[in-house]
């Protein structure tokens, strides 16, 4: 008898502590875990931030609409300018689109390649000399992009190189300093064979820096 | 007079309470997660240029 009201007793004293645990769990935890990521007096904290390259194209698309070559030209001319508006020559398309922005948001400088889908002859046929399809790469953030083997600031056939042209080899990651204009020019051909609608996806890679 | 049947009902509840009881904890804090390095040392975006080229009209021939 007496064993047996002291096992109960003993389960008694089990149950409320079980009880009294899993409060204690449930009010602590969130507070535990605060102090373990914002917390401290003194003593040392070791965190490893790794490295994140990420790119983000603020602005990805660039549509020019419908449009035709005017009555007697040769060719007409279209070029994004960065944040400004485009210019359009010898052709009625719209003016309204703007450079591609491509910004550094990882934590370590990168290196940037550009990769074109098509040339200016598979993307409009015709004439090779009167038709273009060019990009132009540049600082939005003045610094953000240096070391590349490609020049900038100039217009250049895209995929003019067999190997992906390496704009960037230091592609910053500051905020004041980590976005760079793509900016598009299309000369299209009087006599170009592939009209109707017609697109071409650029493709941007970054690697480790340098 | 307590019975065995009693008994051996708590030391299950006892127990039931605290298996929850590891199992909130264990959902609720981070113990036991791997977390991993995040490391990534690529990426990549696409951008797309579009047009739709209307063809040009004819040039009328004027007769005289």
């Known amino acids: 008898m007496a064993e047996n009201n002291f096992l109960t007793v003993v389960a008694v004293i089990a149950v409320v502590l079980s009880l009294l645990n899993i409060g204690i769990i449930i009010v602590k935890v969130p507070v535990i875990k605060e102090r373990i990521t914002g917390f401290a007096s003194s003593g040392y904290v070791n965190v490893t931030v790794s490295t994140q390259i990420t790119i983000n194209l603020t602005t990805d698309t660039i549509n020019w609409g419908s449009g035709v070559i005017n009555a007697g030209q040769e060719n007409a001319s279209l070029n ?24 550094n948001i990882g934590n370590v400088n990168a290196s940037l390649t550009l990769g074109a889908g098509k040339t200016a002859a598979t993307f409009f ?15 939005k ?12 600031n100039t217009w250049r056939n895209v995929n003019s190189t067999a190997v992906p042209g390496k704009f960037c080899a230091q592609f ?8 760079i ?14 009209t109707g609608a017609q697109s071409d996806m650029i493709t ?7 | 007079m307590v019975s065995k049947k009693a008994v051996v009902v708590l ?11 590891a199992a909130i904890f264990y959902v609720d804090s981070d113990f036991g997660k791997n977390y991993g390095t ?25 007769n005289g």
């Open chain 1, 80 to 103: 994004t300018n960065g944040a400004l508006t485009a210019t359009v020559l010898r052709g009625n398309w719209t003016t309204t689109p703007t450079a591609i922005v491509i910004a």
């Open chain 1, 125 to 139: 046929g015709g004439n090779a000399g009167d038709q273009a399809y060019q990009w132009n790469v540049s600082n």
């Open chain 1, 141 to 152: 953030d003045v610094g953000s992009c240096n070391g590349g083997t490609e020049v900038m």
């Open chain 1, 172 to 179: 910053g990651t500051l905020l004041a300093a980590n976005e």
């Open chain 1, 181 to 194: 204009y793509l900016d598009i020019k299309l000369v299209i051909p009087k006599l170009a064979t592939l």
């Open chain 1, 204 to 210: 941007v890679t970054a690697d480790p820096a340098g």
């Open chain 2, 11 to 21: 030391v299950l509840i006892a127990i039931v309470l605290s298996i929850i009881s």
């Open chain 2, 38 to 62: 995040g490391e990534k040392t690529t990426d990549s975006g696409s951008a797309k240029v579009s047009i739709v080229i209307n063809s040009q009209p004819q040039e009328v021939q004027g």
